[in-house]
């Protein structure tokens, strides 16, 4: 079964240091989204992409955070300057066009640890 | 955005019992979906229910809707210890594209 890839499993990183994650959405998927979820806090939406272009964001979606799609495959979340609050599992998700409902697969996550 | 509510917020069931989780939220939704996290880890999708469903099955979950009192409910039959997990009732804002999710219900399945 298809399935979404996110890399590394794992990241530690200095604060003020940019960190790339990335993800390989489901192959035949329209919609890629980055969720976020601080240790011991609610899964948080980010950010979704679609036809190349931001579709939504959230407000934690700063000046700090950028998405790209630089080929076919991949899916990137960039983080410009890391800081302390950052530290959390960053999730994938990728999603088809359905009328009437949708599901979005999520990646393993990834675990950023910024010090 | 709209939030679901889970209750209870921890559950502690001996292998082979039923397990009911339950999921109020606010306004008028088009769908909601259940979904499994084990341990910090990723997450997996259980199921997706459309407003106009009242009951979909799946293997041994069973979820229920109830639109008139904004609630749904997910049952696991017969639990295993692997069934161990925090479930999340996610819901989505008509319009948006963002998945939002409550606290969830932490299940402990006994060996």
């Known amino acids: 079964e298809p399935e979404v890839t996110q890399t590394p499993s794992h990241q530690v990183t200095q604060m003020g240091q940019e960190v790339i994650l990335r993800c390989v959405p489901i192959s035949n998927h329209l919609y890629f989204y980055w969720y976020r979820q601080i240790l011991g806090q609610k899964v948080e939406f980010l950010v979704s992409?679609?036809?190349?272009?931001?579709?939504?964001k959230s407000e934690i979606f700063d000046d700090q955070f950028s998405v790209e799609r630089p080929d076919g495959s991949n899916f990137t979340l960039k983080i410009r300057s890391t800081k302390l609050e950052d530290s959390a599992m960053y999730f994938c998700?990728?999603?088809?066009?359905?009328?009437?409902?949708?599901?979005?697969?999520f990646g393993p996550g990834t675990r950023l640890l910024v010090l | 955005s709209q939030q679901g509510e889970e209750d209870p917020q921890a559950l502690s069931i001996q292998e082979g019992e039923n397990a009911t989780m339950n999921c109020s939220y606010k306004t008028s939704i088009n769908n909601l979906q259940w979904y499994r996290q084990n341990s910090g880890r990723g997450l997996v999708h259980l199921i997706l229910i459309r407003s106009n469903e009242r009951e979909k099955h799946s293997g041994r979950l069973r979820v229920t809707l109830d639109t008139s009192k904004k609630s749904s409910s997910l049952l696991i039959t017969a639990s295993r210890a692997a069934d161990t997990a925090s479930y999340f009732c996610?819901?989505?804002?008509?319009?948006?594209?963002?998945?939002?999710f409550g606290s969830g219900t932490r299940l402990q399945v006994q060996p």
């Open positions: 992409f679609y036809n190349n272009e931001i579709s939504e």
């Open positions: 996610v819901l989505r804002d008509t319009g948006r594209r963002a998945l939002t």
């Open positions: 998700a990728s999603s088809e066009m359905l009328a009437g409902g949708e599901t979005q697969y």
